[in-house]
């Protein structure tokens, strides 16, 4: 089995390396690891829909990298720190995902950081 690791660059608050891999590959597997709306180290402000928008944004980067798409996405996990937001988080996640929605779950969650939203994902393809 070969693995790839999508590394850690300097992406943490400050600057710091964070301790985990941004995505691993391995035999047609994509797992990516939860993504924030961060940039530059920086959680973006404006609320949930934005923070949606730059979290989708974020993974779907990663995706790209990998050369997977967002049809390659088998499941998603959705940490939200306020239920509330339920509602216009899923109108967001619909516009990237509607026509070919993967499995997901959705909870509520404290953030480690300042962030409304967290998502991860696990996308496949066949490598023949």
């Known amino acids: 089995m070969s693995i790839k690791r999508y590394g850690a660059e300097k992406s943490g608050a400050g600057g710091q390396n964070l301790p985990f891999a941004r995505a691993v590959e391995a035999d047609g597997w994509l797992y990516v690891s939860g993504q924030v709306a961060m940039v530059d180290?920086?959680?973006?402000?404006?609320?949930?829909?934005?923070?949606?928008?730059?979290a989708i944004q974020n993974l779907l980067s990663i995706?790209?990298?990998?050369?997977?798409?967002?049809?390659?996405?088998?499941?998603?996990?959705?940490?939200?720190?306020?239920?509330r937001?339920?509602?216009?988080?899923?109108?967001?996640?619909?516009?990237y995902f509607g026509e070919a929605p993967p499995a997901r779950a959705c909870v509520q969650s404290s953030m480690m950081v300042d962030?409304?939203?967290?998502?991860?994902c696990v996308a496949y393809k066949s490598k023949a």
Do not use: M
């Not at 949930?48 to 928008?53: K, Y």
């Open 115 to 120: 962030c409304k939203v967290e998502i991860d």
């Open 85 to 95: 937001d339920f509602w216009s988080f899923n109108k967001i996640y619909q516009s």
């Open 63 to 83: 995706l790209e990298e990998a050369n997977y798409t967002t049809a390659d996405v088998v499941r998603c996990g959705i940490w939200l720190d306020d239920p």
């Open 41 to 54: 180290g920086e959680v973006i402000e404006g609320g949930i829909i934005p923070q949606t928008h730059k």
